[in-house]
């Protein structure tokens, strides 16, 4: 078994079992009333893979980017509790590459924004806090 770090290294008995995606499905809400990027990630779970519908703010309206598969992550190689994700959306303008992960119960979400279609706009980085709708109100 090849590593490139020491906890690469598991017992290969540690890896029968599959990934709890329980931690992942639902709503999540931007914790920032005031975003002017993604406002929501509806996150849902269906044979052992998830999907992503993303929904950010638009100029009078939500914009629906449609949904896309994700790659699943866990915190460590022998784990088997899904702790983040990574989903990509291609606009054919810009590329958009979401990385994700649960921390205090929170997704914390980092935006990869690529711009393709020669406008000039510089690449950008953002990270924003979402919190798992519950439905209450």
Same mark, same amino acid.
């Given at each position: 078994?090849?590593? $490139?770090?020491?906890?690469?290294? %598991?017992? !290969?008995?540690?890896? /029968?079992?599959? %990934? ?13 009333? @005031?975003?002017? *990027?993604? $406002?929501?990630?509806?996150? /849902? ?15 009078? @309206? ?9 790659? %699943?992550?866990?915190?460590?190689? !022998?784990?088997?509790? #899904? #702790? *983040? ?6 606009? *054919? ?11 205090? *119960? ?24 979402? #919190? ?6």
């Amino acid at each position: 078994m090849q590593l $490139a770090q020491i906890c690469d290294l %598991i017992k !290969s008995n540690a890896i /029968s079992d599959p %990934i709890d995606l329980s931690s992942l499905p639902g709503m999540w809400v931007n914790s920032n009333p @005031d975003t002017k *990027g993604i $406002a929501r990630l509806v996150v /849902s779970e269906s044979g052992g893979k998830l999907s992503l519908q993303t929904f950010a703010i638009g100029p009078e @309206d939500l914009i629906d980017w449609g949904v896309t598969y994700a790659a %699943i992550f866990t915190a460590t190689p !022998s784990s088997r509790l #899904a #702790a *983040g994700f990574s989903a990509q959306y291609d606009f *054919g303008f810009a590329e958009v590459r979401l990385l994700g992960m649960i921390m205090k *119960g929170l997704i914390v979400l980092a935006q990869f924004h690529n711009f393709k279609d020669g406008s000039k706009r510089a690449d950008y980085f953002a990270r924003e806090y979402y #919190a798992l709708a519950h439905g209450r109100y």
